[in-house]
């Protein structure tokens, strides 16, 4: 065998994920509203009105994940369905007064669970690695046009 665990980027990302996700799921179950939850409130925070695919690529679901989440986020009354006004077979989806109300209740706790990930996992970076490594995640591993 050619390869290690250790040496494998896959490995490595998925303990990360897993451990931030347990961070936010921890810091988010006391307002009742799921990390996914929270990603799909921020887009529909930034830009209400929607479309479900929209939104799945925003947060990066597949559609029948997407369909689940929208469900119970209906479900738990913070978002709303509601017909395209121009194309009555497409659905828009809308944050709800109660679901306005938790995005914004929720901006200090996320500030709070952003500082205890970039602590726990940035505490001995600097700024510029930190700055680069994200940039390296948003644009997912292309190396186009940067660096340059």
């Known amino acids: 065998m050619n390869w290690k665990k250790d040496d494998l980027l896959c490995f490595h990302l998925g303990v990360a994920m897993r451990k931030i996700s347990r961070i936010y799921a921890e810091g988010l179950a006391a307002y009742e509203v799921t990390p996914a939850q929270l990603f799909m ?3 529909l925070a930034s830009q209400n009105g929607q479309k479900p695919s929209e939104l799945a690529e925003a947060v990066q679901l597949d559609a029948s994940s997407m369909t689940g ?18 194309d009555r077979r497409a659905l828009r989806i809308y944050l709800t007064p109660q679901g306005e109300e938790t995005v914004q209740r929720l901006e200090p706790v996320i500030l709070q669970l952003q500082e205890k990930v970039h602590q726990d996992f940035f505490g001995g970076y600097s700024e510029e690695q930190v700055a680069c490594f994200l ?3 948003r644009n997912g591993g292309s190396s186009q046009d940067r660096f340059s």
């Open 69 to 86: 989440l929208l469900d119970r986020t209906e479900k738990a009354k913070l978002i709303r369905r509601m017909r395209d006004p121009s």
């Open 41 to 43: 409130l921020s887009c």
């Open 135 to 137: 940039e390296i995640l």
